[in-house]
């Protein structure tokens, strides 16, 4: 079984402040991770993902994210927030194996205010 | 290369209905995922097909079917609509592999049933 918990519902920042959303997972075996954002009215794009390599991740337009097996966390973070970043974003993980089954959390909104 | 694809865009029927949703996956790509993004919520994992096999199916119920054509094509089919039933449908492709760790996501289809 697997689920996935995103902290916070929205998040609102500062154009050029740092951007953090946060995301706890569980899985009965070793999971991939993903990161998808979704602007409105579009599909979900991959931002980055985790697959067993390093366990800090870098994305397309500057995020970053950090798999914490300890803490079974995966936050994706941005040192600089900017408007065009205000969108839905969806933690995601799955059999390592087989992505065609992925269990997504909630959702996190993030605001970016100018 | 083109994307996923879906078909149609957008979709208005009325409860008791049946609609069918269409999706192409990339070129190459054997398996197609159908998720269930009901607004406010994260997707929902629906169905799954490889070589036009079921591999996986969510906690739907049985007026959600669908099937995979040779070229890799797929349809979903929802019977007897509710009005619980619209929701944006997205279609998911991956290459079937060892390491088949990443989903391709097409528009999606907007479903509303009135």
């Known amino acids: 079984a697997q689920s996935v918990t995103q902290l916070d519902s929205h998040v609102s920042v500062s154009e050029g402040t740092p951007v953090l959303l946060r995301c706890n997972y569980s899985s009965s075996y070793s999971p991939s991770l993903f990161w998808y954002v979704q602007h409105p009215n579009k599909g979900l794009q991959l931002l980055l993902k985790y697959t067993s390599a390093a366990t800090l991740v870098k994305g397309i337009n500057g995020f970053e994210a950090e798999f914490k097996k300890s803490e079974t966390s995966f936050h994706l973070t941005k040192p600089s927030a900017h408007m065009s970043d205000a969108a839905e974003y969806f933690c995601?993980?799955?059999?390592?194996?087989?992505?065609?089954?992925?269990?997504f959390g909630d959702g996190t909104t993030l605001t970016v205010k100018p | 290369d083109a994307g996923v694809t879906q078909s149609p865009t957008h979709l208005i029927k009325t409860r008791g209905q049946h609609v069918t949703l269409r999706c192409s996956p990339i070129s190459g790509h054997k398996s197609v995922s159908w998720y269930q993004q009901v607004l406010g919520q994260g997707p929902q994992f629906i169905f799954q097909?490889?070589?036009?096999?079921?591999?996986g199916r969510g906690n739907f119920p049985d007026r959600f079917s669908a099937r995979q054509f040779p070229n890799y094509s797929s349809e979903l089919n929802v019977n007897a609509l509710l009005l619980g039933d619209s929701a944006l449908y997205l279609c998911?492709?991956?290459?079937?592999?060892?390491?088949?760790?990443?989903?391709?996501f097409g528009p999606g289809t907007r479903l509303t049933v009135l």
């Open positions: 995601v993980v799955s059999d390592h194996y087989n992505a065609g089954k992925s269990t």
């Open positions: 998911a492709s991956l290459v079937w592999g060892e390491q088949s760790d990443t989903q391709y």
């Open positions: 097909y490889y070589e036009k096999e079921e591999r």
